[in-house]
């Protein structure tokens, strides 16, 4: 196969990972309304700790366990940041 070739696939990949963050994201929002009916907090340590536990078990390589915690660490980064925008939005404050 050609660089190019890889580069297809990629991209390919690339779209289905949009794809996937996106979906998650609005699972994370949903999450967030029923979090906020409860009035639990949007940060929840233990289940962020099960997570990469979770995906270090899982992770077949290439990326070490580390890299695959920061990852990880990322996508739940932003969701809990959309959790806390969507709160703020449905309370009346600026968006």
Same mark, same amino acid.
């Given at each position: 196969m050609e660089i190019d070739d890889y580069r297809e696939q990629i991209d390919r990949l690339d779209s289905e990972l949009l794809r996937i963050?996106? !979906?998650? @994201? &609005? =699972? @994370? =929002? *949903?999450? &967030?309304? #029923? *979090?906020? &009916? =409860? @009035?639990? $907090?949007?940060?929840? $340590?233990?289940? !962020? *700790? *099960? #997570?990469?536990q979770r995906m270090q078990e899982q992770n077949p390589g290439p990326l070490d366990d580390q890299a695959i915690v920061r990852l990880f660490e990322r996508v739940i980064d932003e969701s809990r940041r959309l959790e806390r925008l969507m709160t703020r939005c449905k309370e009346g404050n600026e968006c």
């Amino acid at each position: 196969m050609e660089i190019d070739d890889y580069r297809e696939q990629i991209d390919r990949l690339d779209s289905e990972l949009l794809r996937i963050f996106n !979906e998650r @994201a &609005g =699972l @994370a =929002l *949903k999450i &967030g309304e #029923i *979090k906020k &009916g =409860l @009035a639990l $907090p949007v940060y929840d $340590p233990s289940r !962020e *700790k *099960k #997570i990469f536990q979770r995906m270090q078990e899982q992770n077949p390589g290439p990326l070490d366990d580390q890299a695959i915690v920061r990852l990880f660490e990322r996508v739940i980064d932003e969701s809990r940041r959309l959790e806390r925008l969507m709160t703020r939005c449905k309370e009346g404050n600026e968006c």
